[in-house]
């Protein structure tokens, strides 16, 4: 899986889910868990991961929303 975006927002990560679901793109919020157990203090982001055979679609989709800025390299 290629990591995509890398935040600690919340309503982005559901966002970009959301946008792949509707796409039927697989996709996984990696470090969810350790991101809860760390507390607020906001020092471990999550991770949107999507298959790599997709990822320049999902890269695509992503943009066209305006979340060009969250992309990863």
């Not at 607020?40 to 800025?69: N, W, Y």
Request: glycine fraction near 6%; include cysteine.
């Amino acid at each position: 899986m290629i990591e995509l975006i890398r935040t600690n927002e919340v309503v982005t990560l559901s966002l970009a889910q959301s946008l792949m679901k509707d796409a039927g793109i697989h996709c996984l919020v990696a470090d969810q868990a350790m991101s809860i157990m760390e507390g607020s203090l906001g020092l471990l982001q999550r991770r949107l991961l999507v298959e790599e055979d997709r990822a320049d679609e999902a890269r695509s989709i992503l943009r066209d929303a305006g979340l060009e800025a969250e992309l990863r390299p």
